[in-house]
C-alpha cells in the first residue's frame, strides 16, 4: 500500500533548512505580513501571525509572541522587562496563559526582530513556544520549599532545556548569532529531531502528588512525583492526553492519559525521550487532525505503545505507584512557603494584565516588582504567584492592589476564582465565539444566581472557549462552554474539578444570552438533591443526562 500523503506543513517543515525557512529575506523586505509558508515556519519561532478580527474588511496582521517560561517562573527583574516591552512593543497587555507562559499581541513585524534582542538580555526566549515540538514545561508553581517540591521544578527547566531545538535558528534569525552549516548531517544539527521535528505538538507536565493544579491527564506526556516521606522516590508516567476536537469530525475527540509505568529519577530523561521518538517516528503526519500522540495511543492501546518503548529503552517499565487523590488547586491567597517567606497567589481574570479606568493591575504589579524583588509564577489557571517575600509584606502588598483597584481573591466569588477562557477574538484566527471578552459577564450573573440559589460556596468550574480546540481546557471543567457557530455555545457537563474525569455533550447550539436560563434549572434540583459533599459534576453524572434534559422548560 502506498504511504499515505504527508501534510503540506511536512513538506515546508522539511524544506525550511532546520526551521529558517526565508524569514530573515522577509524581515529585511518592508512587507506588513509573513509568507503564508514562513508564518509556519514563525511558530517554531513562538509566534503566530494574526489579524484583528474586529476590523472588518481588511486584514491589519500583527505577531503573536508565546515566551518559554518552564514551570512559569520569573524574577521581578524579567518581570519588569516583560511589562516594559509589553507597552512599548505589544498592545500594553501581558496575557498569562493556561499553560504558565505569557502572550504578548499585537506587534508589528518589523519591530519583532529589536525586541527579542531586547528580551535575549533578560534570557528569556520564545523559541520553540508554538510549533511541531515539545512546548513550554509545566510544573506545579507554588514555592513549597521542601527538597522534592524544588527537585520537581528543576525537572521541569532540565526537560524544557533538553528538548528544545539545537538548529540555531532562532539565534542565526533573530539575534544575529553565527551562521551554521546546514550541509552537516541532520543527525549533527538537530540530532533529536531531525528535519520534520514532531508530527504535531507536544506538552509535558510535571505535577506534585496529590495537586492537580496543572490539569496533568490533559498533556502529551504527565509526570507526577512519588514520594517517599519528604523525599522524591521516582515518578508516574501518563501518555495521551489532550484536548483538541471538532464539533464535525467525531473521529477528534479530547482524551485523558492513560498510566505507562514507574520510573526512578535518573530514568526520567531516557523514558521521556524514548516516548517522544516513539511518537516522532510513528504519529501521522499525513492528517493533521489526526497527530497528536493521543490517537496514536488510542489506535495501538497503551499495551502496545509501552512495549515499544520498553524495546527501545532496552528495558521493561515498573508498574505505576499509587497515588494520593488529586485535589483542585489553585495556589490563591497567601501561603507559608516553609522558608519563613510567603507567597500571594493573585487571581487575574482571564489572564490579561493591563490597565483599565477601573483597574490598573499592570500598574500594581511592576509596583510590586520594583519594591519588593519577589520571584513571580504564572499557574495553569492563568492567575500569577508572588512569591519569596517577608511576612511583613503583606499589608503592603494588598494595600498597593487596592490602592489600583485590583480585588483580591478573598474579595472574589468562587466561581469567578474557578473561571477560566481562552483568548478567542479578536486575536485567534480559529475562534468561532467570544472567549475572554465574554465569560467575565456570564460569571457575574452566574455569581448572582449561584448566591440565590445559596451554592455561592460551591467551587463550580466554568471553562470557556471560542472554538472546540480546548485552550482553556473546557472539557474537564464542571461547566464547558465551547464556541460553535456566531454567539452560540455548545455546553458540556460533568466533568471533575479534580482533572480526573471528562465532562459530556449536554446541548448544542446555545444562544450566549440563553447560557444562564439553560444552566439554572440543573442548578436548583443540584441545590435540591444533590448527595452530600457532592459536586456540581458529580451530580451530573449520578442523575444522568437524560434526566438532565427532561429538565429544561418545553
Ligand atoms: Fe491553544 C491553537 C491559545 C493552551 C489546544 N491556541 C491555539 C492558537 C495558537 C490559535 C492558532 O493556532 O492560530 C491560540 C492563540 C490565540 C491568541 O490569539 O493568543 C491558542 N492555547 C492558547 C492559550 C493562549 C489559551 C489561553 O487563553 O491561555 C494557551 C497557551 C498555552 C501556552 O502557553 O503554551 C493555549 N491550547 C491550549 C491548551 C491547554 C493546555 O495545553 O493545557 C490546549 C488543549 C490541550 C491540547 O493541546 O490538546 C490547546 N490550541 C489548542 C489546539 C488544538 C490542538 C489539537 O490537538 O487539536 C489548537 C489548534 C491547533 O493546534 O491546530 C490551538
Ligand atoms: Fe483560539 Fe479556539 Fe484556542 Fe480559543 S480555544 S484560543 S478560540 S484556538
Known amino acids: 500500500m502506498d504511504a499515505p500523503k504527508l501534510s503540506k506543513v511536512e513538506h515546508i517543515k522539511e524544506n525550511s533548512r532546520y526551521l529558517r525557512g526565508t524569514l530573515e529575506e522577509e524581515l529585511q523586505q518592508g512587507t506588513p505580513a509573513f509568507s503564508e509558508d514562513n508564518a509556519v515556519v514563525l511558530k517554531a519561532h513562538g509566534m503566530y501571525q494574526q489579524h484583528d478580527r474586529d476590523i472588518r474588511g481588511q486584514k491589519v496582521h500583527s505577531i503573536m509572541i508565546r515566551w518559554r517560561i518552564p514551570a512559569g517562573q520569573i524574577s521581578a527583574e524579567q518581570y519588569l522587562v516583560l511589562d516594559d516591552l509589553a507597552t512599548r512593543y505589544a498592545n500594553n497587555t501581558i496575557r498569562l496563559t493556561t499553560r504558565e507562559t505569557i502572550q504578548f499581541h499585537g506587534l508589528v513585524k518589523g519591530e519583532v526582530k529589536s525586541m527579542l534582542q531586547e528580551i535575549h538580555k533578560a534570557l528569556i526566549t520564545s523559541q520553540g513556544a508554538c510549533g511541531d515540538v515539545v512546548r513550554n514545561v509545566t510544573a506545579c508553581p507554588a514555592p513549597f520549599k521542601s527538597r522534592a517540591h524544588a527537585q520537581v521544578t528543576e525537572y521541569a527547566r532540565q526537560i524544557s532545556e533538553h528538548f528544545i531545538s539545537r538548529g540555531k535558528a532562532y539565534a542565526e534569525i533573530w539575534l544575529d548569532g553565527e551562521k551554521l552549516d546546514l550541509s552537516e548531517p541532520a543527525e549533527e544539527i538537530e540530532p533529536f529531531y531531525g528535519k520534520t521535528y514532531l508530527p504535531r505538538k507536544f506538552k509535558i507536565a510535571l505535577a506534585y502528588p496529590g495537586d492537580n493544579c496543572l490539569d496533568i491527564f490533559t498533556n502529551d506526556l504527565g509526570i507526577v512525583a512519588i514520594l517517599e516521606g519528604e523525599a522524591l522516590k521516582g515518578f508516574n508516567i501518563l501518555v495521551g492526553g489532550g484536548l483538541g476536537m471538532n464539533h464535525t469530525q467525531p473521529e477528534t475527540f479530547p482524551r485523558l492519559s492513560d498510566p505507562l509505568g514507574f520510573v526512578e529519577p535518573e530514568q526520567l530523561l531516557p523514558v521521556a525521550e524514548q516516548v517522544i521518538a516513539v511518537y516522532r517516528d510513528n504519529g501521522d503526519r499525513a492528517n493533521r ?72 493591575l499592570k500598574t500594581a504589579l511592576a509596583e510590586i516588582a520594583r519594591k519588593f524583588q519577589p520571584r513571580f509564577a504564572i499557574t495553569a489557571s492563568q492567575d500569577l504567584l508572588i512569591t519569596n517575600l517577608p511576612p511583613e509584606a503583606q499589608i503592603p502588598i494588598e494595600t498597593i492592589l487596592h490602592a489600583h483597584g485590583v480585588r483580591l481573591p478573598r474579595e472574589l466569588s468562587l466561581v469567578q476564582l474557578h473561571s477560566i477562557a481562552c483568548v478567542a477574538l479578536p486575536t485567534c484566527s480559529l475562534a468561532i465565539t467570544e472567549g475572554e471578552r465574554a465569560l467575565p459577564g456570564l460569571v457575574d450573573q452566574l455569581e448572582e444566581e449561584l448566591k440565590r440559589l445559596g451554592l455561592q460556596d460551591e467551587p463550580i468550574t466554568v471553562r470557556m472557549t471560542g472554538c472546540p480546540n480546548g485552550c482553556a481546557r473546557p472539557y474537564v471543567a464542571d461547566i464547558g462552554l465551547v464556541g460553535r457557530s456566531l454567539n452560540k455555545y455548545t455546553i458540556f457537563l460533568g466533568g471533575r474539578i479534580d482533572g480526573t474525569r471528562l465532562n459530556k455533550f449536554y446541548k448544542d447550539l446555545v444562544p450566549f444570552q440563553e447560557i444562564i436560563p439553560t444552566l439554572l434549572p440543573l442548578l436548583a434540583h443540584f441545590k435540591e438533591t444533590r448527595q452530600p459533599d457532592e459536586t456540581f459534576g458529580d451530580f451530573c453524572v449520578r442523575v444522568g443526562f437524560d434526566q438532565l434534559q427532561a429538565l429544561q422548560p418545553l
Open 289 to 360: 487532525k489526526h497527530s497528536r500522540i493521543k490517537y496514536l495511543i488510542n489506535d495501538w492501546g497503551i499495551d502496545r505503545f509501552r512495549s515499544e518503548v520498553e524495546a527501545r529503552l532496552g528495558y521493561q517499565l515498573a508498574p505505576s505507584a499509587p497515588l494520593p487523590p488529586f485535589e483542585p488547586h489553585l495556589h490563591l491567597g497567601w501561603h507559608n512557603q516553609g522558608d519563613g517567606r510567603w507567597f500571594f497567589g493573585l487571581s487575574i481574570e482571564n489572564g490579561r494584565i493591563q490597565d483599565t479606568e477601573s483597574m490598573k
